[in-house]
């Protein structure tokens, strides 16, 4: 599980490094381009101001006061820091502004060279991404068609990140930007990923618990995720697993119980074989045979008990004629048939088996009087097996499906209960159905079998 947590943390550190790279390379372009359209437009208007001061300031013949005392003058009226070299490159003159600005760290200054040989130096304004270049006058105020002159930048001729430190060096600030964002969004990951693998951890230890014999033990359903509908899912299948073992269990130790009576009979019928004439020799036979029978019975009704327990649904379903079936499982037991031909949809063997534990049972307990019945009702279609015997009290009308119940008083009686009202209740509901136990008007029972219509 550990390795899991390492996964998908990994997988999630991946991805935001993929992302601060993908996004840092797209930034960063986007500030190039920034930087290259400003700088356009600062070159423009650099010698715009270089055409406009040479009209304005007094000739390279003029007195070297009078030269200085213009550049002073328009340094003031335009907010420029200026300097001004004559033509051999003596410095005439540089403005107190000039001198601050060329001081600071990663000052641009540009030189624009006049008609009369003398030379113009402008330290340019610092840019500012998005917006216009900063300096007097606006965007387009600059004389067009002016040639961009080249300056003496600086490896700092770039934009200032809006949201880094001042004086951070060049793309310093997108790292630390996506740094930080990166970290942000690691930190708030991982009790994310901790708290999904924990929970996956919870799942793992108790489906080990359930693994090793703890068949009550569930886990916990936080959340409507994907784990939490695996956890229900566990849930439910543990409560089937654990339904399964201990009908299981039930069934083998009453078919242990059961299994005893005609061995019984049997080990004691050989016993009496070499002791007994002929008339009983044969009466005995028939005894041991009637024993064999029964095993056989009780064996298949074991496994079919079983593998009913093992499936929620039948296997195959096809058209099956109620009447018909019904027609045919009575004549073995000389019982009356009256209803309307129906079709069910379901497994016609295991039909046939539901009928013939119920023929069965009427015969055994309510004599030779049976009756079936067939109607169509609301929900379906219902058969009726209808007996004349004592009657199931109200009390044990549910109980008489369970796995080898017997009525107080029914203990000793030979054949018993076993397995076959179970079946007939299993394979009711198998196919959506119901069986129930009611009185019969003037005496006996009546088992309704209900099923849906095909």
């Given at each position: 599980?550990?390795?899991?947590?390492?996964?998908?943390?990994?997988?999630?550190?991946?991805?935001?490094?993929?992302?601060?790279?993908?996004?840092?390379?797209?930034?960063?372009?986007?500030?190039?381009?920034?930087?290259?359209?400003?700088?356009?437009?600062?070159?423009?208007?650099?010698?715009?101001?270089?055409?406009?001061?040479?009209?304005?300031?007094?000739?390279?013949?003029?007195?070297?006061?009078?030269?200085?005392?213009?550049?002073?003058?328009?340094?003031?009226?335009?907010?420029?820091?200026?300097?001004?070299?004559?033509?051999?490159?003596?410095?005439?003159?540089?403005?107190?502004?000039?001198?601050?600005?060329?001081?600071?760290?990663?000052?641009?200054?540009?030189?624009?060279?006049?008609?009369?040989?003398?030379?113009?130096?402008?330290?340019?304004?610092?840019?500012?991404?998005?917006?216009?270049?900063?300096?007097?006058?606006?965007?387009?105020?600059?004389?067009?068609?002016?040639?961009?002159?080249?300056?003496?930048?600086?490896?700092?001729?770039?934009?200032?990140?809006?949201?880094?430190?001042?004086?951070?060096?060049?793309?310093?600030?997108?790292?630390?930007?996506?740094?930080?964002?990166?970290?942000?969004?690691?930190?708030?990951?991982?009790?994310?990923?901790?708290?999904?693998?924990?929970?996956?951890?919870?799942?793992?230890?108790?489906?080990?618990?359930?693994?090793?014999?703890?068949?009550?033990?569930?886990?916990?359903?936080?959340?409507?995720?994907?784990?939490?509908?695996?956890?229900?899912?566990?849930?439910?299948?543990?409560?089937?697993?654990?339904?399964?073992?201990?009908?299981?269990?039930?069934?083998?130790?009453?078919?242990?119980?059961?299994?005893?009576?005609?061995?019984?009979?049997?080990?004691?019928?050989?016993?009496?074989?070499?002791?007994?004439?002929?008339?009983?020799?044969?009466?005995?036979?028939?005894?041991?045979?009637?024993?064999?029978?029964?095993?056989?019975?009780?064996?298949?009704?074991?496994?079919?008990?079983?593998?009913?327990?093992?499936?929620?649904?039948?296997?195959?379903?096809?058209?099956?004629?109620?009447?018909?079936?019904?027609?045919?499982?009575?004549?073995?037991?000389?019982?009356?048939?009256?209803?309307?031909?129906l079709q069910v949809q379901g497994d016609e063997r295991l039909l046939r088996?539901?009928?013939?534990?119920?023929?069965?049972?009427?015969?055994?307990?309510?004599?030779?009087?049976?009756?079936?019945?067939?109607?169509?009702?609301?929900?379906?279609?219902?058969?009726?097996?209808?007996?004349?015997?004592?009657?199931?009290?109200?009390?044990?009308?549910?109980?008489?499906?369970?796995?080898?119940?017997?009525?107080?008083?029914?203990?000793?009686?030979?054949?018993?209960?076993?397995?076959?009202?179970?079946?007939?209740?299993?394979?009711?509901?198998?196919?959506?159905?119901?069986?129930?136990?009611?009185?019969?008007?003037g005496g006996g029972s009546v088992f309704v079998f209900s099923l849906p219509?095909?």
């Amino acid at each position: 599980m550990k390795s899991l947590y390492l996964r998908i943390y990994l997988t999630v550190v991946a991805v935001l490094l993929l992302f601060a790279a993908v996004s840092g390379w797209v930034f960063q372009r986007h500030l190039e381009q920034e930087r290259v359209r400003v700088e356009g437009l600062v070159g423009d208007r650099t010698a715009a101001w270089g055409d406009l001061l040479q009209r304005a300031l007094p000739g390279a013949e003029a007195p070297a006061d009078e030269q200085a005392m213009a550049v002073r003058d328009w340094s003031q009226r335009l907010r420029l820091a200026l300097a001004l070299d004559d033509p051999a490159g003596q410095r005439i003159v540089a403005t107190d502004l000039f001198l601050r600005r060329q001081a600071e760290e990663g000052a641009r200054v540009a030189s624009v060279k006049l008609d009369d040989g003398r030379t113009l130096w402008i330290v340019r304004p610092r840019l500012r991404p998005g917006g216009p270049v900063g300096g007097p006058g606006g965007p387009g105020g600059e004389p067009p068609g002016m040639p961009r002159r080249e300056g003496r930048g600086g490896p700092h001729d770039e934009l200032p990140l809006p949201f880094a430190p001042p004086g951070l060096p060049r793309g310093l600030g997108v790292v630390v930007f996506l740094s930080v964002l990166f970290a942000a969004v690691a930190a708030g990951a991982y009790p994310v990923v901790r708290r999904l693998t924990r929970r996956l951890e919870s799942l793992k230890k108790g489906v080990e618990r359930f693994g090793a014999g703890q068949l009550d033990h569930r886990v916990e359903v936080t959340g409507r995720d994907e784990v939490a509908a695996v956890a229900a899912s566990f849930n439910h299948a543990a409560a089937r697993v654990e339904a399964l073992v201990q009908s299981n269990k039930s069934l083998l130790a009453n078919a242990s119980h059961e299994l005893r009576s005609p061995l019984a009979r049997m080990k004691m019928a050989v016993s009496m074989l070499d002791e007994v004439g002929p008339a009983q020799r044969a009466q005995l036979k028939r005894e041991i045979e009637t024993n064999v029978a029964e095993l056989d019975a009780l064996v298949e009704e074991v496994l079919l008990a079983s593998r009913l327990d093992a499936s929620e649904a039948v296997d195959r379903r096809e058209r099956v004629d109620l009447l018909g079936l019904a027609a045919e499982e009575a004549a073995r037991v000389e019982a009356e048939v009256d209803g309307p031909a129906l079709q069910v949809q379901g497994d016609e063997r295991l039909l046939r088996r539901a009928l013939r534990n119920l023929l069965e049972n009427a015969r055994r307990y309510g004599g030779s009087e049976v009756k079936v019945e067939i109607a169509r009702v609301a929900a379906g279609a219902e058969l009726r097996v209808c007996d004349r015997g004592p009657g199931v009290p109200e009390a044990y009308r549910e109980r008489i499906f369970e796995p080898f119940y017997r009525l107080p008083g029914h203990a000793e009686q030979a054949g018993g209960v076993g397995l076959g009202l179970s079946l007939v209740r299993q394979i009711a509901q198998r196919h959506g159905g119901s069986v129930r136990c009611e009185a019969r008007p003037g005496g006996g029972s009546v088992f309704v079998f209900s099923l849906p219509l095909a």
